[in-house]
T-cell receptor
């Protein structure tokens, strides 16, 4: 079983839709949480960190549930430019703080 | 924008050649990483370094080697390239504090014929 798991998708949604991505992790020594975005044939880029109380950045909302070992990313009013792969990333204190990447969830926003 | 650079961006080379993929960063980050990623597939950590003269193998076995003689520089070498080494190689770095995010370079796309 992978330490960080995501639904690979693809998620095909129309412009303006709200879409939610889920991510689960299996190591209780979790430390930090991030969502990265990776465009086709490009490098991953940090989208946002995820804080315990949940946090929002414009149309993007990230939530963390430590008890359930679950992270989510909500995208509201999706744009064509949101089409990308979204990577859930967790660091674990018993792994020297290395970033552990999920396999990514592909999002395709259609006009 | 992150100040992390990789060269070459694209490399097509014949089997048996020795290649070195360069990675450098100007952020003074102690931690650096190499990932391998095939198209549409997930990232695999192949090497990492927590500082000068420190290198470790990652989660995915790789025939490549790395060195860390200077903080800003983390080259990856393949002594004898094979078609199975065809992939994208991504370099990343992060600040020394535990659990900080990583910044990625633009990647090197390697094709071994």
């Amino acid at each position: 079983r992978k330490e960080v798991e995501q639904d690979p998708g693809p998620f095909n949604v129309p412009e303006g839709a709200t879409v939610a991505f889920n991510c689960t992790y299996s190591n209780s020594a979790s430390q930090s949480f991030f969502w990265y975005r990776q465009d086709c044939r490009k490098e991953p880029k940090l989208l946002m960190s995820v804080y315990s109380s949940g946090n929002e950045d414009g149309r993007f909302t990230a939530q963390l549930n430590r008890a359930s070992q679950y992270i989510s990313l909500l995208i509201r009013d999706s744009k064509l430019s949101d089409s990308a792969t979204y990577l859930c990333v967790v660091t674990f204190s018993d792994q020297g703080g290395k970033l552990i990447f999920g396999q990514g969830t592909e999002l395709s926003v259609k006009p | 924008e992150a100040d992390i650079y990789q060269t070459p961006r694209y490399l097509v080379i014949g089997t048996g050649k020795k290649i070195t993929l360069e990675c450098s960063q100007t952020m003074g980050h102690d931690k650096m990483y190499w990932y391998q990623q095939d198209p549409g597939m997930e990232l695999h950590l192949i090497h990492y370094s927590y500082g000068v003269n420190s290198t470790e193998k990652g989660d995915l076995s790789s025939e490549s080697t790395v060195s860390r003689i200077r903080t800003e520089h983390f080259p990856l070498t393949l002594e004898s390239a094979r078609p199975s080494h065809t992939s994208q190689y991504l370099c990343a770095s992060s600040a020394p504090e535990r659990g900080t995010s990583q910044y990625f370079g633009p990647g090197t796309r390697l094709l071994v014929l």
